[in-house]
């Protein structure tokens, strides 16, 4: 395995605006095919003509299109949104919760081995991202383990194909330079374990992948500014 690559903040890192529309991006990309299902489904089902075998298609496109959606929005309310403002504690049962409906959506399978209860909103926020970051690495199929606790974590994956996703380590690691929407929630996380005082590694060869993070003890929590000007 190559040697993991820890979190150096960049000077360059995008202003709180420019994050924004990345963020906002991303989350417009994961819905976008999901609810265009959902459309080309409906289409089919308002068509008189459409025989019931077209019909009863139309129908699994739908539920299949409702079901990554609800997920993808339920994963992107506690990953990116600030209900309960900073420094709020958030179920990780619920994040679970949300993260195994993404995965349902997946090929790989995920094993999530985490105590359940509230924790920082931070750390559960750096958890979902890096979790949901790390099926890109098996993007074919394989498994994703996750195990630790809210404070320090190892994530894991395994499977016949390893991708090396070399972008979405130098974001995890700080590298802003032309940044893309797809690796934002990376550097998010990055940034959010960085203000902690904790730190970020990560690496991956042909046979595995290796995301471990840990906060700071008792972390306090931070100011949305610190996500780009730590």
């Not at 019931?52 to 959606?69: F, I, N, P, Q, Y």
């Amino acid at each position: 395995m190559s040697d993991p690559v820890v979190n150096e903040q960049e000077d360059d890192s995008p202003d709180a605006i420019s994050l924004s529309a990345l963020l906002s991006s991303r989350v417009c990309h994961d819905l976008i095919n999901p609810v265009g299902a959902i459309g080309s489904g409906i289409d089919v089902l308002d068509d008189p003509e459409m025989d019931e075998t077209m019909r009863a298609a139309a129908l699994d496109l739908v539920r299949s299109g409702a079901k990554k959606a609800l997920a993808l929005l339920s994963y992107a309310r506690l990953a990116y949104g600030a209900a309960g403002g900073f420094g709020a504690q958030i179920s990780m049962d619920d994040a679970r919760e949300a993260m195994t409906a993404v995965y349902d959506t997946l090929k790989p399978d995920l094993e999530w081995d985490l105590a359940g209860g509230l924790a920082a909103k931070e750390n559960v926020k750096a958890i979902l991202i890096l979790v949901n970051a790390a099926a890109d690495f098996v993007a074919k199929g394989g498994t994703v383990t996750v195990k630790g606790d809210v404070n320090a974590f190892k994530i894991t994956a395994v499977g016949k194909r390893v991708f090396k996703q070399e972008g979405l380590i130098r974001a995890l690691a700080g590298d802003a330079n032309d940044i893309s929407p797809k690796l934002t929630p990376a550097l998010i996380a990055g940034q959010l374990i960085k203000a902690s005082g904790g730190a970020v590694s990560a690496a991956a060869d042909e046979e595995k992948a290796v995301i471990t993070a840990h906060f700071a003890p008792s972390s306090e929590a931070h100011s949305p500014s610190t996500l780009t000007h730590p």
